[in-house]
């Protein structure tokens, strides 16, 4: 088992603590407390123990092997070479699988594409080392080994990973451009959700720059300073203009979530080259 000590000031739920800190989903979290694989003070816990700052959390996380399908999905392939592939996401394709969703993922697309991927990310996540939600379109980049992987993944946590998106918001912004510093945390009582937490809430810093105002609607260009789940979305939400078509963080409607991941460089893990890509405009965009 694995052992780490919890340090933070405020209390947690373990299936919520762990299940981030691990990047694994919380009902995979209760199944190994329930399995007796977790245990705070060297005993037994249920999936909502609270932990308190110095607890001692011992864990065993390894997972049964699955099959994963290979799936034929049409994959658009920006570039390629021995050690990434960058792919231009469509709207309703999941990274990876999840319950209820083992077959239709990028993970299941890359498996038909090529079968060499990166397997850091674990069994079910081969080749990710980042993401997009299901509904945001746009760039995404693939580790084929790895060696890619792991400086990849260094430069996303180190933030030399530069990300630009667009995003069709609900009403006109007061300011023209700004930067939102708003910290993130899970949602107490709903785990598909994250709020603004001021008092226990991980940094999270937004920066953007309106193009257009047309309808009731903003275009706005927006640069990620962090990575958060969900980071958009919650931002603009909390200042009352969420993104269009966002049905858990705005009214429901629209036919999809207005949101697209245009730009993406970063330094190539192998070569040390500056890669830099731009995905072509959907429709909305183009107002």
Known sequence: MEKTKYQEKFSTRIDIWLSELCDRSRSFIKNCCKEKKVLVNEKEIKPSFLLKEGDVVEYDLAEIPLELTPTDIKLDIVFEDDDIIVINKQVGLTVHPGAGNRDYTLVNALLHYNKQLSSIGGMERPGIVHRLDKNTSGLIVVAKNNKAHNKLADDFKERRVNKKYLALLRGYLQEQEGIINLPLSKHPNNFKKIVVDQNNGKES?????????????????????????????????????????????????????????????????????????????????KI
């Open 205 to 285: 810093t937004t920066e953007y720059k309106v193009i257009k105002e047309v309808n009731e609607k903003t275009l706005v260009d927006i640069k990620l300073h962090t990575g958060r789940t969900h980071q958009i979305r919650v931002h603009f939400s909390h200042l009352g203009h969420p993104v269009e078509g966002d049905g858990l963080y705005g009214k429901k409607g629209g036919k999809r979530q207005l949101l697209h991941a245009y730009y993406l460089s970063f330094t190539h893990p192998v070569t040390g080259k500056k890669m830099e890509f731009n995905a072509p405009l959907p429709k909305w965009a």
